[in-house]
């Protein structure tokens, strides 16, 4: 059963830094694409960075500039570096695996860690 274990997400004020890690645990990590999703509240779960397991990377419009992915397949770990952070960015994000190319994740979630961005 594969579990994922998201981390570093906390309150940060409006343009500051923010690394959000991942780690999973009963799958063999190196072979699939994984993505970091979030949710704000009242809104849909949304897609915003993925990184295949050749470490091409794909990010959403609201993400390109300011946020980076990265793997370490050593450590079954996935990151977000998120950069420039916005008020618009509050919301509780996970990671999983789509099933690329399509969105939708191929596993059950996290609990998720949230981020909160204000003054």
């Known amino acids: 059963q594969v579990q994922l274990v998201e981390s570093g997400g906390g309150l940060v004020q409006p343009g500051g830094p923010l690394r959000l890690s991942c780690t999973a645990s009963?799958?063999?990590?190196?072979?699939?694409?994984m993505a970091w999703y979030r949710q704000a509240p009242g809104k849909q779960r949304e897609l915003v960075a993925l990184?295949?397991?050749?470490?091409?990377?794909n990010y959403a419009d609201s993400a390109k500039g300011r946020f980076t992915i990265s793997r370490d397949n050593a450590r079954d770990t996935v990151y977000l570096q998120m950069n420039s952070l916005k008020p618009e960015d509050t919301a509780v994000y996970y990671c999983?695996?789509?099933?690329?190319?399509?969105?939708?994740?191929?596993?059950?979630w996290g609990q998720g860690t949230q981020v909160t961005v204000s003054s």
């Open positions: 999983n695996a789509p099933l690329w190319p399509r969105r939708e994740p191929r596993w059950d």
């Open positions: 009963g799958v063999i990590f190196s072979r699939y694409a």
């Open positions: 990184i295949t397991s050749d470490v091409s990377t």
